[in-house]
């Protein structure tokens, strides 16, 4: 079992940022593509974004294009996902999680082999 560990959820305002961290002690995340996923109360989990390691390609959901960014830094052995100008739509329990490919299919898979525990993000005035 991989331990995927996310940090950096909260309580925030609408409009308000906030950068999520995902990493992996004891475990290289580089040759894989990292997926974050959230689920809110009541919903089905939703593919936010996800990164590659082979070919750098990444998805975003149509959701969050414009105001979230994901990126990589695999000397740190970590993922980030930058969410800005916030919503209360956003708020929901952000997971990340590895593919068993180097490379993204899509905004969401259904391969996503290993997850992290969750961080709580919620957006609220």
């Known amino acids: 079992q991989v331990p995927l560990v996310e940090s950096g959820g909260g309580l925030v305002q609408p409009g308000g940022s906030l950068r999520l961290s995902c990493s992996a002690p004891g475990f290289t995340l580089d040759y894989y593509a990292i997926g974050w996923v959230r689920q809110a109360p009541g919903k089905e989990r939703e593919g936010v974004s996800c990164?590659?390691?082979?070919?750098?390609?990444?998805y975003y959901a149509d959701s969050v294009k414009g105001r979230f960014t994901v990126s990589r830094d695999n000397a740190k052995n970590t993922v980030y996902l930058q969410m800005n100008s916030l919503k209360p739509e956003d708020t929901a329990i952000y997971y990340c999680?590895?593919?068993?490919?180097?490379?993204?299919?899509?905004?969401?898979?259904?391969?996503?082999?290993?997850w992290g525990q969750g961080t709580q993000v919620t957006v609220s005035s």
């Open positions: 990164i590659s390691s082979f070919d750098g390609s990444i």
């Open positions: 999680a590895t593919d068993t490919l180097s490379n993204c299919r899509g905004v969401m898979s259904p391969m996503y082999e290993h």
